[in-house]
């Protein structure tokens, strides 16, 4: 499908000036973004509570969503258990919260209960929902359970010894975030509500972080690939425009995201990852025009060059971007929360990838090669014209 009469060229070129100077604002914005107001991390990132729980009735994922918003959680992330009908692992940002000296009134109400018995070590879960001791000698867990109480703790369950014989360990569960969660869903589906929690477990902000650095990790080392895909399956002088246009999509990407306060997670991570790919599917296909006509144009400024590659590769961008763009839409209209989120980077990374493969790439490419490989071609002529002189 031709939309551009064969032959016409534009000046895209005319207007690079401009257009890299708008972006390096988008840029520098994007990039104060992150400092204000600041990513909104999602749960991955932060760290929250998890619980997975089995339904007595039907209900699909977005009504349960749809309920947990209800209840005023926010953001919460709900995932299918695969071949388990009606079980799911909800992931909400909440996370049980005891009092700053809850370690001191525990450890003196059973120094009160148990008489000389020491308290070797005495740990509260960072989460809330968990506290675990070790005693100097064997104790009756009823014992244990009066001196948690009577600090202020509520008990789920009983309190259990665990570990060898000569250890005299014990822990219990207290009541928290998931016991709350899973007495509203029973106040509001009524029979279909959840059975008890199958497990519980609390995601901490270290391990979010750990998250956040492995995701950053992914993202640099698949720049550095295609910067090395390119130099080797086209010529060095590519691979920067190629790489600055990526890096430019994915931060004007992140800078609206941040902007706008959508929930920056794994998925994102995700969406960027596949931006990058599509930004340098369609970089690679100008680049592969300009090679082309590098060929059949000699003479011609690597200027012109571009003009005349992106003027004939045109249509071929306006049918590709637009039929993937459109593709996109509908999951933004009509998708969860999840999937909305990641149409929306698609869509902004997409149309940023456009954009940045001709007043991006192209004008970083020939600014390149004006100033590196220009002048190393004029090195040569000059030797070999040294050469021809001496010769005669």
């Given at each position: 499908m031709?939309?551009?009469?064969?032959?016409?060229?534009?000046?895209?070129?005319?207007?690079?000036?401009?257009?890299?100077?708008?972006?390096?604002?988008?840029?520098?914005?994007?990039v104060l973004s992150l400092f204000w107001p600041g990513p909104n991390f999602g749960i991955d990132f932060t760290g929250g509570t998890e619980v997975q729980l089995r339904f007595r009735g039907d209900i699909s994922t977005a009504e349960l969503r749809e309920t947990l918003e209800g209840l005023e959680y926010q953001s919460p992330d709900v995932i299918a258990v695969q071949g388990a009908a009606n079980e799911y692992i909800v992931r909400v940002r909440e996370v049980s919260t005891l009092p700053a000296d809850i370690d001191e009134r525990i450890r003196t109400e059973l120094g009160n209960t148990l008489g000389d018995t020491e308290v070797i070590a005495l740990r509260v879960s960072p989460g809330g929902d968990k506290v675990s001791v070790r005693l100097g000698a064997s104790a009756e867990p009823a014992q244990i359970r009066t001196a948690l109480e009577a600090s202020g703790?509520?008990?789920?369950?009983?309190?259990?010894?665990?570990?060898?014989?000569?250890?005299?360990?014990y822990e219990a569960n207290l009541v928290g975030v998931a016991d709350r969660l899973v007495s509203q869903l029973e106040e509001q589906l009524g029979e279909r509500g959840p059975e008890e929690p199958l497990r519980i477990e609390w995601v901490g902000p270290r391990a979010g972080e750990q998250l956040r650095n492995s995701a950053l990790k992914a993202l640099l080392y698949a720049i550095a690939f295609i910067m090395v895909y390119v130099a080797f399956r086209f010529d060095l002088r590519f691979a920067p425009g190629g790489i600055i246009a990526l890096i430019h999509d994915a931060v004007i990407t992140v800078g609206v995201f941040?902007?706008?306060?959508?929930?920056?997670?794994?998925?994102?991570?995700?969406?960027?990852?596949?931006?990058?790919?599509?930004?340098?599917?369609?970089?690679?296909?100008?680049?592969?025009?300009?090679?082309?006509?590098?060929?059949?144009?000699?003479?011609?400024?690597?200027?012109?060059?571009?003009?005349?590659?992106?003027?004939?590769?045109?249509?071929?961008?306006?049918?590709?971007?637009?039929?993937?763009?459109?593709?996109?839409?509908?999951?933004?209209?009509?998708?969860?929360?999840?999937?909305?989120?990641?149409?929306?980077?698609?869509?902004?990374?997409?149309?940023?990838?456009?954009?940045?493969?001709?007043?991006?790439?192209?004008?970083?490419?020939?600014?390149?090669?004006?100033?590196?490989f220009a002048k190393a071609r004029e090195r040569a002529l000059a030797a070999a014209r040294g050469r021809a002189a001496a010769g005669t």
């Open positions: 031709e939309f551009i009469k064969p032959g016409r060229v534009f000046d895209f070129m005319r207007y690079r000036t401009a257009a890299v100077a708008t972006s390096s604002i988008l840029v520098l914005l994007s703790v509520s008990l789920r369950g009983d309190v259990v010894r665990f570990g060898p014989e000569s250890d005299f360990r941040v902007l706008v306060q959508r929930e920056f997670n794994l998925t994102t991570i995700a969406s960027l990852l596949t931006i990058i790919g599509y930004s340098i599917n369609d970089t690679i296909v100008i680049y592969d025009r300009i090679r082309e006509n590098t060929a059949r144009h000699r003479g011609k400024s690597m200027a012109e060059l571009i003009n005349i590659s992106t003027s004939e590769m045109l249509s071929r961008t306006i049918v590709t971007s637009g039929v993937t763009l459109l593709a996109i839409v509908p999951f933004f209209i009509w998708g969860t929360q999840v999937i909305q989120d990641i149409a929306f980077a698609l869509f902004i990374g997409f149309l940023a990838g456009v954009y940045s493969t001709i007043y991006i790439a192209a004008p970083v490419t020939e600014w390149f090669d004006k100033v590196v």
